[in-house]
């Protein structure tokens, strides 16, 4: 019934499977080019001359000119230009900037301080209804040459909305105008701190009663406002040494409370400064001996930082002088918005000026309404030397500075007075008198031997200070150990 089935077999021709077809081939490249090149360096040569000697040069070419020299033209010539070229030459040599060796082959006893030159500027008299004639500010230039005024008033006791002006005479002029300011700048607003860029003196920093801060660019005559202005008058400024090369800084103070620190692009066409950081003095950061309650801003009148190798301070450590009186140490550096890192022993009244010495790096000099000057040491609350300030109640101590050559002498002005100090002792060297009206503000130069007071009638005076009181060999060691010495008595109580 069943059986086994074989099935046929089919065949299917496969068309992928084929027989693989091989065929060689050859190529050839180009050769290759090769050159061949030599290069034959300069061979040195030396060569020798032989010149006159410079006595036999001079000789033979007099010889050649005395043949060609009118003679009598000569003679007329100098005869015409003696007079002028004597009168040059004496006033070189009295000129102590140009040759110091002068100071000390003259009179080494001379303590007189005379007046060398009196500036006003007729513009900012004849401004009609117009307060802002007071010379409230006053800064040099580095190098002595150059004075910028600020015009302004001290009694605005609301804001202000009449211009006022900054006004900048160069000494050394051929023919100084003192009745014309070399450049002059108009602003919205009184004056109350100018300062001259000590390394760079196109720069000029001003600030305004209406809190603006701008800098003045005298080469370009352009003007480079803040950013963002105060909340109150701006009363000081400073220059200080800025990290990157490319850039300016400056520090504002001002009667908000509010420390800024701008910065400024040097080679940069701009009409902007930018706020690097802001901090501010609180009532709540000061101790109670302060004597100040609540948390409220503590306004800024004057301040100043250490200087040590250069002529910009480096270093983010300023004092500050406030309307309460307070003499405070600040530090600009860090994030925190709060600066205050020491606390003096207060005034009684606003704190006018101060300025740290050059010759001791931990001493600085304040003055304030009540007629005191003290000495401090930045490590110490309490001052190591006072000076009290005779005369009338009346004669508000509105400067003081440090002389800039002898260690122990400080200038103090006093009503219409100059008082010189012994500051060690301390004892009065000598007061002079410039008669009225006041004087508002003062300066040493920082380069040549003389002071700038400004008075609250717009007259600046250029004072001379006599050799005694700029340079005494016989004593500055003394003097240098001295200041030292103050600092050593106190530390040892």
Not at 87 to 116: A, F, M, P, R, T
Not at 357 to 380: E, G, P, V, W
Request: hydrophobic content about 35%.
């Amino acid at each position: 019934m069943f059986h086994d089935y074989e099935s046929k077999t089919f065949e299917f021709c496969s068309f992928w499977k084929t027989e693989k077809k091989l065929r060689d081939c050859n190529s050839q490249t180009s050769a290759i080019l090769t050159y061949d090149v030599d290069n034959q360096t300069t061979r040195p040569r030396d060569a020798e001359c032989q010149t006159e000697t410079f006595s036999q040069l001079m000789k033979s070419k007099l010889a050649h000119q005395d043949e060609n020299i009118d003679q009598e033209k000569l003679s007329k010539f100098l005869s015409n230009v003696e007079e002028v070229v004597s009168k040059q030459l004496k006033i070189n040599i009295s000129c102590n900037h140009l040759y110091s060796w002068s100071l000390k082959h003259g009179n080494v006893n001379d303590k007189s301080i005379v007046c060398e030159h009196v500036l006003d500027e007729d513009g900012v008299k004849q401004e009609k209804n117009n307060i802002n004639k007071e010379a409230t500010c006053i800064s040099w230039s580095g190098s002595g040459a150059s004075i910028v005024v600020g015009f302004g008033t001290n009694e605005n006791i609301s804001w202000s909305e009449n211009k006022s002006f900054v006004c900048l005479w160069n000494l050394d002029r051929p023919k100084l105008n003192p009745h014309k300011c070399d450049h002059k700048l108009e602003v919205e607003s009184s004056v109350q701190a100018v300062a001259f860029h000590p390394t760079l003196p196109q720069y000029i920093a001003v600030g305004l009663f209406s809190g603006v801060v701008l800098v003045w660019n005298i080469v370009k005559d352009d003007i480079i406002y803040g950013e963002s202005p105060h909340e109150d008058p701006v009363t000081s400024l400073l220059w200080f040494e800025h990290q990157n090369n490319k850039y300016l800084r400056l520090v504002s103070g001002s009667t908000d409370g509010k420390l800024i620190s701008w910065r400024i692009r040097k080679d940069k066409d701009s009409n902007l400064m930018k706020i690097d950081q802001t901090k501010k003095i609180n009532s709540k950061n000061l101790p109670r001996r302060a004597g100040v309650k609540g948390q409220t801003a503590i306004g800024i009148t004057c301040l100043d930082s250490p200087i040590h190798d250069s002529p910009l301070p480096s270093s983010g450590t300023v004092v500050v002088g406030c309307e309460n009186g307070s003499v405070i140490k600040c530090s600009l550096e860090g994030v925190e918005s709060n600066p205050v890192t020491f606390v003096y022993d207060n005034h009684v009244g606003p704190v006018y000026s101060i300025q740290w010495s050059k010759f001791h790096r931990n001493l600085f000099i304040t003055c304030a309404m009540d007629q005191l000057c003290r000495i401090y040491h930045a490590l110490q609350t309490n001052p190591l030397r006072e000076i009290r300030i005779g005369g009338s109640v009346s004669n508000h101590i509105y400067s003081v500075c440090w002389s800039t050559t002898r260690p122990c002498m400080a200038y103090v002005t006093s009503g219409t007075d100059i008082e010189v100090w012994d500051v060690t002792t301390p004892s009065l060297i000598l007061a002079t008198k410039l008669g009225k009206p006041p004087i508002t503000s003062m300066r040493t130069n920082p380069s040549r031997p003389s002071i700038a007071t400004g008075c609250s009638n717009g007259v600046v005076q250029i004072l001379k200070l006599g050799s005694r009181l700029v340079h005494a060999d016989d004593v500055i060691k003394e003097e240098t150990m001295a200041l030292y010495d103050i600092t050593k008595e106190t530390i040892n109580e």
